[in-house]
Structure formats: structure tokens, C-alpha cells
């Protein structure tokens, strides 16, 4: 089963608002998360990398304060795209990896993905 | 920097057909290397990994071998099934020891 529970998966707001999509780690406590972004068709973009209780680090031409990422617990991260437009319609991955490096044996594992459509 | 590079897609393969998804990398001392399948409107599935030098990592039938002295990580399957469907991503995490850097993705079709 999922190791890494995204929510919603989908979601549709209106251009203006602002939209929640919560990414949670079910079976370990995930000192770091990722967030990424996916066009159609293309590989995956990271946008930023978060630390449980730090604030995150985003990847050169992010823009931080549209895209607020949160890392409030061992178990949650979330990223709020504030004031959407429809260019910022896309499919976000969250991705999250427990203590430790990949190097020292840990895998990361991804969500299922959220899909926003801003119209 | 780190960097991942697949073969161009799309592959269109007859079922039982063979398999091979080229990848080749370019990273800083000894990279963690994997392959991650995505099937569509889902997110990506680790499908198997190697973490050194001569490492096979293998799952599912698909097999791929760490090898440094070509930079490659090319994953194979022997016989596909239309179920393999799906785009598959190579990628490695450097000297970070966290940080997923990805290829660009190949799209496989297998036709009945």
C-alpha cells in the first residue's frame, strides 16, 4: 500500500484564490519532503526541498511566496499555491524520505499526485 | 552538476517483445542509481535501484546493472506485457545523498 498519501487528487478553483494540497508520510516519519511539478509529458521539476520544522528551500526560479510550503510535522507537509492562475495549472508530486540518506539505504517515496486546474 | 539522460521516446513494443531503456548519467563521485515508473495520472512507483558500482537491481522482470565504467543504468525486461505501459524515469540521487535528479522520461506502449 501508499507510504505517501497526497490529498485532494484533484482539485479545480478559481483564478485568485488560494489552494491547500496536503502531502503526508503514513507508515515513517519523513525529515524531508519534496515537492515537485509536472507538465504534460515531461519529467519532473523540482521546486523545493523541506525540512521538518526549517523552512524550505526552493529551487532557483520559484517563486516562494506563490508557492508556500509548510513542514510542521514529521508527518505533514504541505503546499499552498496562493492567488492561482491558470498557468499554474499542473500536476504536483510531493515526495518524502525518512532519517537518513538514499545513500545509507533509505528509498524516497512519491504521492500519488494532485492535479489543479485553475479556471 | 548532476545530470540523467534517456533515450528518446515514444517506444512502442509488441507484447513479449524485449526491452531496453537506455540511461546514462553524469554525477560527482558515486551516485545511488534508480529507475521510478509512472503510470498515467498516478504518481511515480520506485521499480528498482542500485546503490554501487557492478549492483543489478531487478523487480518485476525488469533488471538494470550500476556500471560505472559507462556511466549507464540501461533497464531491460525481457518479455513486456501491455500492463508494463507506462513512462519510465531514470534518475540518481548525488553526492546529496537525497536529492532525486531525473531523466526525461520515457513513454512505453505495449500493443496485444
Known amino acids: 500500500g501508499a507510504v505517501v498519501s497526497q490529498h485532494p487528487s484533484w482539485v479545480i478553483c478559481k483564478s485568485g484564490t488560494s489552494v491547500k494540497i496536503e502531502c503526508r508520510s503514513l507508515?515513517?516519519?519523513?525529515?524531508?519532503m519534496f515537492w515537485y511539478r509536472q507538465f504534460p509529458k515531461q519529467s519532473l521539476m523540482l521546486m523545493a526541498t523541506?525540512?521538518?520544522?526549517?523552512?524550505?528551500?526552493?529551487e532557483q526560479g520559484v517563486e516562494k511566496d506563490k508557492f508556500l510550503i509548510n513542514h510542521a510535522s514529521l508527518t505533514l507537509s504541505t503546499l499552498t499555491v496562493t492567488s492561482a492562475h491558470p498557468e499554474d495549472s499542473s500536476f504536483y508530486i510531493c515526495?518524502?524520505?525518512?532519517?537518513?540518506?538514499?545513500?545509507?539505504?533509505?528509498?524516497?517515496?512519491f504521492g500519488e499526485g494532485s492535479w489543479l486546474t485553475v479556471v | 552538476g548532476d545530470s540523467v539522460t534517456q533515450m528518446e521516446g515514444p517506444v512502442t513494443l509488441s507484447e513479449e517483445a524485449f526491452l531496453t531503456i537506455n540511461c546514462t548519467y553524469t554525477?560527482?563521485?558515486?551516485?545511488?542509481l534508480f529507475w521510478y515508473v509512472q503510470y498515467p495520472g498516478e504518481g511515480l512507483q520506485l521499480l528498482l535501484k542500485?546503490?554501487?558500482?557492478?549492483d543489478k537491481g531487478s523487480n518485476k522482470g525488469f533488471e538494470a546493472t550500476y556500471r560505472k565504467e559507462t556511466t549507464s543504468f540501461h533497464l531491460e525486461k525481457g518479455s513486456v506485457q501491455v500492463s508494463d505501459s507506462a513512462v519510465y524515469f531514470c534518475?540518481?540521487?548525488?553526492?546529496?545523498?537525497?536529492?532525486?535528479?531525473f531523466g526525461e522520461g520515457t513513454q512505453l506502449t505495449v500493443n496485444p
Open positions: 515526495s518524502a524520505l525518512g532519517t537518513g540518506s538514499v545513500n545509507s539505504g533509505n528509498t524516497i517515496y
Open positions: 507508515d515513517f516519519q519523513a525529515t524531508t
Open positions: 523541506s525540512n521538518e520544522g526549517s523552512k524550505a528551500t526552493y
Open positions: 554525477a560527482t563521485g558515486y551516485p545511488s
Open positions: 542500485a546503490t554501487k558500482a557492478d
Open positions: 534518475a540518481l540521487t548525488g553526492t546529496s545523498g537525497s536529492r532525486l535528479t
